[in-house]
Each structure stands twice: as structure tokens, then as C-alpha cells.
């Protein structure tokens, strides 16, 4: 029997956020907020999310030997997540420097410190916990020689989920392992430079372009309006449930690991990209990233709790 639901193999930041009117324009300075630190980074997220979904979730990741890296482990710990496979070195932790504008938009610079020492050497000794994992989900936050050795060594008929953030090109094995790969409009588009679908402003043709590339299925999130699936029988749209916009930063990374855990839980690809919707449209209605993100039982990730908006 496997003894992870999820196995998140990717990066640990610490988020520095400060609040904005506007976020300025080249050349610019305008004041904001003081400053908050939170945990996060994509690999800490969406093994967070996942695991307060109720998911046995382990991540394999690096941080430094410092207070960020402290900080980091102490919230993976406090959500449940197994911290075997954290490994932490001299280096210093990476960093993401996020502001959050007045609509609850974010943007977002990152130093990945000692998530770019993330080896595919390192991959190979946990091969305990990428053996003992029904999904393993990654992003690309950490080098892609260490994804790419996440996929060769997952164990056999292990699903892999794979991020593509920030988007960059994929090596034919990895994309050929994807189910699903998952991006948002801007990686696809970017995934896409130069083929003719990228010309054009619909997602599904977006998706269909993905899919002829080599991936079994693909997940397009489309923001207020929801997300996109897609795989050889067909596509389907899922619409977002209508929430007060608070704070959209993570809100990815929540809908990411709700989809993981639910793909690992047995559920086809469709039910669980509903289920991640909701749990990516509750993230937004609160502030923070890890500390927005539900719980298993909350009403906001329940069906048919939030009225959905078909406008």
C-alpha cells in the first residue's frame, strides 16, 4: 500500500508582501503597507493546501539554515505535512517579493536561494518517498533536471502533476508524463509562443494545442472565470463559484493541490477540477497565501454551498 496521497516535489519561499493603491510602472515608487512575512512558494503551497484538504502529504524540497527556513518548516509541520524529505543547507532560503494591489491582483519576483540546488541526486535518495506516493506533483520553481528526475523515478503507475510555473519548455518525457499539465493563461500562451492557436483568445484551442504536444490531459485555470480541462475525450469548462475577490496571491497553488489530492483520491479528471475551483475561489475570498487556503469541511469547498455565476 502507498503511504503518501501526494508527494510535492518543488520549491519553499518565504513570501515578503506588501500591500499597494497600484503596483507602479517601470521607473516608478509608490508607498505601501508594512511589510508581512508569510510562508510560502509553490512546492510549500500546494503540499499545504493538499494537506489541510485532509491529504497524506509529504514534500521534497530545499531551505536554507535560517530563520526563513525555520519558518517554512514550522508551517508545513503545523498543516501536516510529513518534512522528511526537506532537506536544508547552506545556502539561504529563496524569497518571493510579492505586492498586492487594491483589486486583490498580485505580482510577484522571485530569489530561489536554495531551491535552485534542489539536484537530481537529491531526487534519487528520497526514492523511498517518490516509491511510497500515488501522485507526485511538481512545479518549476526548481531546476527542471530535477523534475525530470521526479518523473523517472515516481513509482510505477504514479500520477504526475506537473505545474508549469514559471512556464518554460519541457522535455518530451515530461510533458509525455503529464495528467494534467496545469497553467494559467499566461503559461499557456507562453508554452505557445509562435503556434497559431496562441493568436487567438480561446482557451479551449489553447488546450487542444497543449494536448497535441504530448501531455495525457491539460488544465488551464482562467482566473474568476474558472478553469479548463481537457484530455483525449473531449474538453469541458468549469465555471468559479462568485466570491468577494480579497486576495488572489497562492490561490493557484491552493486550486493545484486540492486537484492533486483529489486525482489521488480516485476522482476522474473533470470531478476533481471542480472540487480545485472551489477551493481556489475560497483562497481568494481571504487574505494570505497558506493561511487563505480551507480546510476539509469547509462550506466554501462543499458542491453546490456557493451560487455559481453563469454570467
Known amino acids: 500500500m502507498l503511504g503518501y496521497d501526494l508527494l510535492v516535489v518543488g520549491s519553499a519561499n518565504a513570501d515578503l508582501v506588501i500591500g499597494v493603491d497600484r503596483r507602479p510602472g517601470a521607473g516608478e515608487t509608490v508607498l505601501g503597507s508594512d511589510l508581512a512575512v508569510h510562508p510560502g512558494g509553490k512546492g510549500a503551497n500546494q ?5 489541510r484538504l485532509g491529504a497524506r502529504t509529504a514534500l521534497l524540497a ?13 508551517a508545513q509541520r503545523a498543516a501536516g505535512v510529513d518534512t522528511v524529505g526537506v532537506l536544508v543547507g547552506e545556502e539561504p532560503t529563496g524569497v518571493a517579493v510579492i505586492t498586492v494591489d487594491a483589486a486583490g491582483d498580485n505580482s510577484i519576483v522571485v530569489s530561489p536561494g536554495a531551491n535552485a540546488r534542489l539536484e537530481p541526486g537529491d531526487i534519487r535518495a528520497a526514492g523511498s518517498l517518490l516509491a511510497s506516493a500515488r501522485v507526485v506533483s511538481a512545479q518549476l520553481e526548481i531546476p527542471m533536471a530535477a523534475v525530470a528526475e521526479a518523473v523517472r523515478s515516481r513509482a510505477p503507475g504514479a500520477r504526475l502533476v506537473l505545474n508549469a510555473s514559471p512556464p518554460a519548455q519541457l522535455p518530451p518525457p515530461v510533458l509525455a ?6 497553467v494559467n493563461e499566461h503559461e499557456a500562451l507562453a508554452l505557445l509562443a509562435g503556434h497559431p492557436a496562441a493568436e487567438g483568445d480561446e482557451p479551449a484551442a489553447w488546450a487542444s494545442a497543449l494536448l497535441s504536444r504530448g501531455p495525457r490531459s491539460v488544465v488551464i485555470t482562467l482566473g474568476a472565470a474558472g478553469a479548463l480541462a481537457a484530455d483525449r475525450n473531449g474538453v469541458v469548462t ?3 463559484p462568485r466570491v468577494a475577490v480579497v486576495d488572489t496571491t497562492e490561490a493557484g497553488d491552493a486550486f493545484t493541490g486540492a486537484l492533486a489530492w483529489r486525482l489521488s483520491a480516485g476522482d476522474g479528471l473533470e470531478t476533481a477540477v471542480r472540487y480545485a475551483v472551489r477551493v481556489g475561489s475560497a483562497a481568494c475570498a481571504r487574505a494570505g497565501a497558506q493561511s487563505s487556503f480551507p480546510r476539509a469541511g469547509d462550506p466554501a469547498v462543499l ?8 454570467n
Open 62 to 74: 530545499r531551505v536554507g539554515g535560517d530563520a526563513y527556513g525555520r519558518l517554512l518548516l514550522d
Open 177 to 182: 508524463a503529464c495528467d494534467p499539465l496545469v
Open 238 to 240: 468549469v465555471p468559479a
Open 303 to 310: 458542491p453546490d454551498v456557493l451560487p455559481v455565476d453563469e
Open 47 to 51: 503540499a499545504v493546501a493538499a494537506a
